[in-house]
């Protein structure tokens, strides 16, 4: 599921700006954006945190850490620059004979500003506090679109229970029209033999038996029974949902090659129709 949080955490050292967000794909990946110098010890750090939370979807965590304005930085003396004006000042002196005194205004064009060395260890509480931030407002996102993404699951599934009706429903109608055709065929064939004639029943009974689905329908009625189990379920469920998925296509499929018939034919069309575009919500679901 797709998600979004941001977060933020700051002492009186470091400031620490966290944003997650997350893309949907049918395996995990986390792919942390830390600042070079924090890569090597963070980014394990926060995949941790996040497979903790997350077992499908492209997750990008993006990192910002920063040293605190009220953290002076050390200026850096410019050596070169200094060994240079002082060579030349003692040569002065020399010619001179007397000291030059040197002020504190003449020394400041050796000095530029230092940068804020980060200690990535004293660093790290600010930074997870962040994360923990921005990955409570991301799973509330991503709860919020679950809620929906339920509502249509529940939707199609009653649907699917429908057509599982109508496929049972229609089922005994076969063999009667079997029965029906085929003894109108033999009687324009000049064949038209006594109903409860040996050979007669003996055909019918055969069509009955390779058009029979009330495996399939049985199996059909468990696995939507099992669908509404896995999601009351508080946990991830979506690769389980997606097994289902695809057994239930496996028993439409076996119905449609019984089927024998125009409209069970259609019925079984509608059926894996539909059974994909809950199996589409389904890749989307943890």
């Keep these: ?21 997350g893309l949907n794909r049918k395996q995990v990946e986390v792919v942390p ?30 990192v910002k850490v920063e040293a605190s304005e009220d953290v002076v930085p050390t200026p850096q003396i410019d050596h070169a620059k200094a060994k240079a004006y002082f060579s030349v000042l003692r040569e002065l002196e020399s010619l001179r004979g ?9 020394l400041k064009e050796f000095f530029h500003p230092g940068t ?4 990535g260890e004293a660093a790290w509480p600010v930074c997870e506090s962040a994360v923990d931030e921005a990955l409570i407002a991301f799973q509330l996102m991503r709860a919020e679109e679950g809620q929906h993404l339920l509502d249509d699951t529940l939707a199609r599934l009653k649907t699917l229970a429908e057509i599982v009706d109508k496929l049972e429903a229609r089922a005994p109608e076969v063999v009667a029209h079997y029965r029906k055709a085929l003894h109108q065929r033999l009687a324009e064939a000049g064949l038209d033999l006594p109903l409860d004639d040996e050979k007669l029943l003996r055909e019918i009974g ?22 509404h189990d896995y999601l009351s379920k508080d946990e991830a469920v979506g690769r389980a949902l997606d097994f289902l998925c695809q057994e239930t296509h ?21 059926a894996k129709t539909e059974l994909e575009k809950l199996r589409e919500q389904i890749q989307n679901v943890e």
Excluded: W
């Excluded at 599921?1 to 967000?21: D, P, Y």
């Excluded at 070079?36 to 997350?54: D, F, G, T």
């Excluded at 055969?206 to 669908?227: G, V």
């Design 116 to 119: 804020q060395e980060l200690d």
């Design 206 to 227: 055969l069509f009955a038996e390779r058009c029979d689905i009330s495996e399939e329908i049985t199996r059909l009625r468990s696995h939507l029974e099992k669908f």
């Design 33 to 62: 954006q830390v600042p070079r110098a924090l890569a090597a010890s963070y980014e394990p750090k926060i995949r941790q945190m996040v497979l903790k939370e997350v077992s499908r979807g492209r997750v990008q965590v993006s």
């Design 1 to 21: 599921m797709t998600g979004f949080g941001r977060g933020k955490a700051e002492n009186h050292l470091v400031s620490a700006t966290v944003e997650i967000s």
């Design 98 to 106: 007397s000291p030059i005194v040197v002020t504190p205004a003449d």
């Design 250 to 270: 496996r028993e439409f499929n076996t119905i449609g090659s019984k089927a024998n018939d125009a409209t069970l034919a259609q019925t079984i069309v509608t």
